[in-house]
């Protein structure tokens, strides 16, 4: 069974840095796109960022420039680094992890992050 584990959420301040990190088990996850997709109150989820297995990245145009994605295969792990937040950051973001061959695609519970002003 495929879990997917988050962690790092939390309360910040404006202009600050926070790293969330996603623990994928239950299947080999080096060939699936793993990302980040949050949603704000009131609003859709919306991708954040992704990366493929080839390493790939694409980013949402509002965080372009302050957060990074990265992976590590090894560990079927999938990091956000989040700097300069702002106000409309504040999210439940979620790890998700696909692959569209395979017909996969699996969520995490979500983390919160709050990000004051």
């Known amino acids: 069974q495929v879990q997917l584990a988050e962690s790092g959420g939390g309360l910040v301040q404006a202009g600050g840095s926070l790293r969330l990190s996603c623990a994928a088990s239950?299947?080999?996850?080096?060939?699936?796109?793993m990302g980040w997709y949050r949603q704000a109150p009131g609003k859709q989820r919306e991708l954040v960022a992704d990366i493929s297995s080839g390493g790939n990245t694409n980013y949402a145009d509002s965080v372009k420039g302050r957060f990074t994605i990265s992976r590590d295969n090894a560990k079927s792990t999938v990091d956000l680094q989040m700097n300069s937040l702002k106000a409309e950051d504040t999210a439940t973001y979620y790890c998700?992890?696909?692959?569209?061959?395979?017909?996969?695609?699996?969520w995490g519970k979500g983390t919160l992050l709050t990000v004051s002003s």
């Open positions: 239950g299947s080999i996850f080096r060939f699936y796109t």
């Open positions: 998700n992890v696909k692959n569209r061959v395979l017909g996969a695609d699996y």
